[in-house]
Nanobody
Framework: QVQLAESGGGLVQPGGSLRLSCEKS????????MGWYRQASGKQRDLVAT????????YTGAVKGRFTISRDRDNVNLLYLQMNSLKPEDTAVYYC????????????WGQGTQVTVSS
């Protein structure tokens, strides 16, 4: 199974920026969707943003215009989530997500990285 390695979380003040990274362990010659979910304390895990292998992106309404999901130009296995204008309500554990279409879905999660937005 493909492994996911996340980095980039931390503590930031409201209005600040962070960039999360997620690298998958190998190139995938199949259609797939890669992205980020987040889970605030006591709440369910929710979609933040996804990027499909065909380049299509999807964002939850709460982050549109503030967050940008992208792939590294030189390393197709490396995914970024640029988070700008952060708000306290963005505080959560952020999980990298990979869904590979083998005819049936194979889903892999990263270990999670904490993002805390607080003054």
């Amino acid at each position: 199974q493909v492994q996911l390695a996340e980095s980039g979380g931390g503590l930031v003040q409201p209005g600040g920026s962070l960039r999360l990274s997620c690298e998958k362990s190998r190139t995938i010659p199949k259609r797939y969707i890669m992205g980020w979910y987040r889970q605030a304390s006591g709440k369910q895990r929710d979609l933040v943003a996804t990027l499909a292998s065909n380049g299509q992106t999807n964002y939850t309404g709460a982050v549109k215009g503030r967050f940008t999901i992208s792939r590294d130009r030189d390393n197709v296995n490396l995914l970024y989530l640029q988070m700008n204008s952060l708000k306290p309500e963005d505080t959560a554990v952020y999980y990298c997500y990979l869904n590979i279409d083998y005819g049936v879905s194979e889903v892999t999660w990263g270990q999670g990285t904490q993002v805390t937005v607080s003054s």
